[in-house]
């Protein structure tokens, strides 16, 4: 297990690796200007030249790619802001928080809702109930976030004035934001509970149980969810990362200051340590949430675990192997 761990380590690296040169080499080819942008509408020839040369922007792109990857990867140093004049890290970790705890309740909405809508729905099976939990499922899948926003905004904010419609001053100020991240995720997390509670749902230890007189609400919680769980804890922990990187979307809407609004304002502003150094950012955590997904894994399912440990096991036995043969 630890082998594995380390072994998947070293495969973030490289994808953070590939993410950042991604990123940069977009970024330096994009149309715009920087340089004339943090100087103004008037500047001279010989401030031109001052101003790429205080930003790094003379130098071949090569050069200016070698930097940047040092400086992220090896002095986890992600810059200073070229408008903004200040430093990129200490903005992006001090946006973070806002970002992870609209994630992290769009995700527990989604669990609450999502899991129970799925269960009702395998155990009415093409009822009426059935139908209409997959109805939900569908519109929330097909709604786009951003279009659901604006449109609580327009009801719930300028039409009954329940709820500020921008910024994160107040708890209740996360209830809209949170409720249009998470309606695509309760959406998929429905189907993908309905479908794997019907293939758990008549298996023979299932059907023991219902004959030995355990209580439905037992059977269905304690028996088949459980097995039930590897593809809802993907879609769980896929979703919590899709909604960080969609938190550009979101933030936006509702003005929210975290990482995908600070993202998303320098993009106007051509202020581009800002954009790589939040994407990579945004990728160390998506590679991370994926890492303890798989982790999580094997303490769900045992039959998981025994595989990391035998895969070990078997690595080792063929080593001693060639050891003895080379011996003889």
């Known amino acids: 297990m630890i082998r594995y761990i380390i072994k998947r380590l070293l495969t973030i690296i ?15 080819f994009a149309p715009g200007d920087p340089v004339g942008l943090a100087l103004g509408d008037i500047y001279t020839e010989e401030q031109y030249a001052a101003k790429a040369a205080e ?6 792109f090569l050069v200016q790619l070698w930097v940047f990857i ?23 970790f001090a946006r973070l928080p806002r970002t992870l705890t609209l ?15 799925g269960i009702t729905a395998a155990t009415h099976k093409g009822g009426f109930v059935d139908k209409f939990c997959i109805f939900l499922a569908m519109v929330g899948i097909s709604l786009p976030g951003f279009w659901i ?3 609580m905004i327009l009801l719930f904010s300028n039409t009954l004035g329940w709820l500020p419609s921008s910024g994160v001053d107040h708890w209740y100020c996360y209830i809209m934001p949170c409720i249009a991240n998470a309606l695509t995720g309760i959406g998929g997390l429905t189907r993908v509970t309905r479908s794997q509670m019907l293939e758990v749902i008549n298996a023979d230890y299932v059907v023991t ?5 355990v209580p439905e ?7 088949a969810l459980p097995n039930a769980l590897i593809p809802v804890v993907t879609h769980v922990g896929t979703h919590f990362a899709t909604a960080i990187g969609g938190s550009v979307v979101i933030e936006t809407v509702f003005s929210i200051p975290g990482i995908g609004f600070y993202i998303t304002q320098s993009l106007g502003n051509r202020d581009y340590p800002i954009v790589t150094g939040g994407v990579t950012l945004l990728a160390l955590i998506f590679c991370i949430i994926i890492l303890l997904i798989d982790i999580l894994y094997a303490y769900i399912d045992p039959r998981i675990k025994a595989q990391y440990e035998s895969s070990g096991k078997s690595r080792k036995v063929k080593r001693a192997l060639k050891a003895k043969g080379a011996a003889a």
């Open 55 to 60: 930003l790094g922007l003379d130098q071949p």
């Open 70 to 92: 040092r400086n992220i990867f090896m002095r986890f140093d992600f810059g200073t802001s070229w408008v903004l004049k200040t430093h990129v890290g200490t903005e992006l």
């Open 14 to 28: 490289i994808v953070l690796l590939c993410v950042a040169i991604i990123v940069f080499t977009i970024m330096h």
């Open 103 to 117: 994630a992290g309740i769009s995700c527990i909405l989604e669990i609450l809702i999502g899991i129970p809508l």
């Open 209 to 213: 149980a219902r004959a030995k007189g």
């Open 149 to 151: 926003a604006l449109m």
């Open 217 to 223: 609400r037992t059977i269905l919680y304690s028996h």
